[in-house]
């Protein structure tokens, strides 16, 4: 597990807190409710909207039930303010399913939150409950736990498994400013395929299709760091089997993702082709109307992504592999441990890469232009040098004055995203990476 903290200043996640809080508010017909101090829902809350603006949905984040719980509880306890509350949230809000969560001061102060919910017999609802101090671990570590959470305490277990159904989980909604674009973009294609997604935290998902998750054959991790445990515990409490596989962003990503899945599920060897064929040929027909466009910009750049574990790796394949770009260096943002640092090392040294990149880890935004302005005889020289120009830089509103540094453009692309609203964009599959390649030209010709 990683630590919560990273850099205070600019912060490119949160505490747990969030993770679970984004992930419950985005699940269908389903409501958290805090047992907190009154500022982690409002902190939280606006903290989600970061990733481009994400809103409310059906019940979450400004719309949460809290104990709100002040200084007279860390000295007497809050076990009763819960009770209250339990025993009035249901008089008040409708839902399917309710997510009972605490935060740092419950957590610190030692409520027994679980024992003051088992006290309350019968509920009308079914609620889920689990502990998630913010500094147990960050918004990606609390994704994690209500996925696992999930499928211990409400999923049911399944003995008979459905061959046309997966399970896709590892995008933290938010955290993952495009996960719904993303989710819809592949559950797409897997339709094309004769499979069923439940993405759990998309729009077309209802709460059947979160209940019946036992049944899927195969859980698609599309993180090599988030949801890979909770995938294994799934495996051993469910039975259901996982692929880990980066997130599949344009042609070549996605072809490969396609493929490790028809060989996991055994289908049919004619029906992967014929979809392949079909969307390539789309994909390259839009990609060869950009041709003349790209040739007018000077398309090619250098590129310096920032992103966290889940999309560094993913964007920087797309950018070599798809468009010809030369990625210089690739920030890895979150606070992960040394084990994780080593998987991601380990699939960076794997991808044959045109022009090796160097891979960093760095949560600090201004560490990362130091970084650079030290690593690179560009900015200690006023003679001749090898300059990375021109250069564009794929990260999130906060690398602004990198980009202003560098001399280039930027498009966000990892949390948190504040200059632009993001409503069902994606950069996954086929489809994403042609949006993806409409926002790289689009963002170089935004100045003419």
Same mark, same amino acid.
């Given at each position: ?35 907190? !101090?009154?500022?982690?829902? %409002?902190?939280? !809350?606006?903290?989600?909207?970061? @990733? ?6 059906? !019940?979450?984040?400004? @719309? ?12 007497? @306890? ?9 025993? /009035? $949230? ?48 960050? *918004? ?26 997966? /399970? ?29 997604? /439940? ?27 988030? @949801? ?10 469910? %039975? ?12 070549? !990503? ?6 490790? $899945? ?30 003349? $466009? ?101 990260? *999130? ?7 202003? $540094? ?43």
């Amino acid at each position: 597990m990683s630590t919560p903290c990273g850099a205070i200043e600019r912060p490119r996640f949160s505490c747990m807190l969030g993770g679970v809080l984004a992930t419950a508010g985005s699940l269908p017909n389903t409501i958290p409710i805090i047992h907190g !101090a009154q500022g982690c829902g %409002g902190a939280l !809350a606006q903290g989600i909207l970061l @990733g481009g603006y994400y809103g409310t949905g059906y !019940a979450g984040y400004f @719309g949460m039930p809290s104990t709100n719980i002040s200084e007279t509880e860390v000295v007497f @306890g809050g076990e009763k303010k819960l009770q209250a509350e339990l025993e /009035n $949230v249901f008089d008040v809000m409708e839902g399917d399913l309710f997510v009972l969560t605490t935060s740092c001061v419950p957590d610190i102060i030692g409520d027994d939150a679980k024992a003051v919910l088992q006290s309350q017999g019968d509920l009308p609802k079914p609620v889920i409950f689990l502990e998630a101090g913010g500094f147990k671990g960050n *918004s990606y570590y609390g994704y994690e736990r209500l996925i696992d959470e999930l499928f211990a305490q409400y999923i049911p277990i399944s003995e008979e498994k459905k061959a046309d159904v997966v /399970n896709l989980i590892g995008l933290v909604p938010s955290y993952d400013p495009y996960f719904r674009g993303d989710l819809d973009e592949l559950s797409r294609i897997l339709r094309r395929l004769g499979l069923r997604a /439940n993405t759990f935290v998309t729009s077309e998902q209802s709460h059947e299709n979160l209940r019946r998750a036992g049944e899927a054959s195969l859980n698609i991790v599309l993180s090599r760091l988030y @949801g890979v445990k909770a995938a294994k515990r799934i495996k051993e409490s469910h %039975g259901i089997d996982y692929l880990i596989s980066d997130l599949p962003i344009g042609a070549t !990503a996605t072809t490969v993702f396609i493929r490790q $899945v028809a060989e996991r599920l055994g289908l049919d060897r004619e029906l992967v082709d014929n979809v392949l064929t079909d969307e390539l040929r789309i994909y390259y027909e839009y990609v060869d109307r950009a041709t003349d $466009v790209n040739a007018d910009t000077d398309f090619q750049n250098y590129a310096v992504i920032v992103a966290n574990g889940t999309g560094a790796i993913p964007y920087t394949k797309y950018l070599d592999q798809e468009i010809g770009w030369i990625p210089r260096f690739v920030f890895v943002t979150d606070d992960i441990d040394e084990e994780q640092k080593q998987i991601l090392r380990e699939a960076f040294e794997a991808e044959d890469f045109t022009t090796e990149p160097e891979l960093v880890f760095e949560t600090d935004t201004f560490k990362i232009q130091q970084y650079i302005e030290r690593k690179h005889p560009q900015f200690l020289s006023d003679d001749y040098y090898p300059d990375i120009q021109p250069v564009f830089v794929l990260g *999130s509103t906060i690398d602004r004055k990198l980009a202003d $540094v560098l001399g280039g453009p930027l498009l966000s692309v990892s949390f948190p995203v504040i200059n632009r609203i993001i409503i069902s964009t994606g950069y996954a599959g086929y489809k994403g990476g042609l949006y993806l390649l409409e926002d790289l030209i689009g963002t170089q010709l935004a100045g003419r």
